[in-house]
């Protein structure tokens, strides 16, 4: 029998039943663990790729340089996520992996997906539409950053991030942890630091959140779905053509 469910089991079962046989190729992959503290560089951008990663506790976050010496960071990772599927077809990494807290994390190499894909025509299905619908979220966050002002910048993080949160986490209602230092939601959002500090203030002064320590509180969350035109991706996806078991 296969262990307690695990954050990857519970996300994908959100979507479509897990069988015992694939519950046992996920519990292979996530078999192995490493542990890393806060801070911590997995990878950096140009190692050679061979692993992907299963996060099984702590968040994480894969950024690039710029030019200018800047940090971009490109995408945040929670319990539950895979993460490497954007590089599994380059032979190099083009970000890095960084800790946002201590984390552990289920290393496996890229060759362990070749018996999903042999013997799980429904999981590779499904994994391949969570990797293409990461790529529609990755369109949004775009056309936040590019269009929409600080505070519905910082309100789609929120969105995206609780939208996120609730698929493992079913009891969830409009509070969560959020382990992000400032300066980290900056180089997310494409904001300065001190712009960051201002406009949780003001969300704050707004009566739009309200912070204890690193928990955030969505206090009118329809309204910055509103003022943010906010679509959740997470919730539902159409698996109407998945191949039968």
Not at 88 to 103: P, S
Not at 177 to 193: C, E, F, K, M, V
């Amino acid at each position: 029998m296969v262990k307690e469910a695990s954050c990857l089991v519970k996300k994908l079962s959100h979507y479509v039943d897990i069988h015992e046989h694939d519950k046992e190729l996920l519990a292979e992959i996530e078999k192995s663990e490493r542990s890393y503290e806060n801070g911590t560089d997995v990878y950096r951008g140009g190692d050679r790729n061979k692993e992907l990663f299963v996060v099984k506790t702590g968040w994480l976050f894969s950024y690039t340089d710029l030019p200018d010496g800047r940090r971009q960071i490109i995408k945040l990772h929670q319990p539950g996520d895979v993460i490497g599927f954007p590089d599994v077809a380059l032979k190099h990494l083009t970000t890095t992996l960084r800790t946002a807290e201590d984390v552990v994390l289920c290393p496996f190499p890229k060759s362990a997906l070749d018996v999903i894909l042999r013997t799980s025509p429904k999981l590779s299905a499904l994994l391949l539409t969570l990797a293409l619908r990461d790529h529609v979220v990755f369109i949004d966050l775009l056309r936040a950053m590019g269009r929409m002002s600080a505070v519905e910048r910082v309100g789609y993080m929120l969105l995206d991030l609780a939208a996120r949160l609730r698929i493992t986490n079913t009891d969830m209602t409009d509070t969560f942890r959020l382990p992000l230092t400032q300066s980290q939601i900056a180089d997310y959002l494409g904001l300065t630091n001190v712009y960051i500090s201002k406009t949780l203030l003001k969300m704050e002064n707004q009566s739009l959140i309200k912070r204890n320590g690193n928990e955030i509180r969505l206090l009118r969350e329809d309204d910055l779905i509103d003022q943010t035109d906010f679509q959740d991706r997470y919730c539902d996806m159409d698996v109407s053509w998945f191949p039968p078991d």
